[in-house]
């Protein structure tokens, strides 16, 4: 019967609803990064990543809520299951990659060193017996490890990368090094910050990629899908361009 009928669409329509709204992914990023991900004043996240993260979620027909977290510890979120995802500027390496997995890169990066104006080191080698402020447990961290020695005291290392650069501002630091977009960013929105990037030709190139639970294949596919799309159809250089200006 007629009534019948209309009583399937309803009961259909709702299934279908609650379907789609079961699932919410959720994002972990430490949003002191700009201008990958930050904080603005209206207290959103916002930012390269959350852009490239919330497209590819809609051409993957996922949704995904954004909670800021600190980088201390972001990874082991993916472990407890309190995250689904890591879309923090993280770069793919072999030794991340044996306990978590990682989506198609979607961002290529290197590190630079951010030195005083009035500083007279020019290369990495320089670095050696100078103190310099790293990011705790980032590529910048790994890097300068294999330079000065894990221990070494002179690797000074902060919870942040504005932190280890306010550091360097205030003299505590020789140099500072971290991601390139992020050096770039800052001395660009700092004119009065008296810093200097050094571009060190041995920086290897690094790759971002969205980090999930070791084994977790089906959100893999989801983003590789989705970045795939944003890339096949222009969104992804039109959010390039909007933070990067190219
Ligand atoms: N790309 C570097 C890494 O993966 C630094 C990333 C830091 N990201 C952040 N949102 N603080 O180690």
Redesign the pocket.
Known sequence: SKKNIILLLASATLLSTQAHAAKVYQVA??A??AP??SVNEKKEIVGFDMDVIKAVASKAGIEVKLHNTP?EGIFATLSSGDRDLVA????ITPERKQSMDFSDPYFE?KQLIAVSKKSSITNFTALKDKKVGV?TG??GDEIVQKLLGKTNPNIKRFES?PLAIKELQNGGVDAVVA?NGVVINFIANNKSSSLKIIDDATFAK?Y?GFAVKKGNKELIEKLNKGIAAIKADGTYDKIHKKYFGN
Do not use: G, L, P, R
């Not at 923090?88 to 770069?91: G, I, M, N």
């Open positions: 990023t430490d002191a990064y990958f991900e980088w923090s500027a993280v770069t990066a990011q980032t590529t990368t991601d690094e971002y």
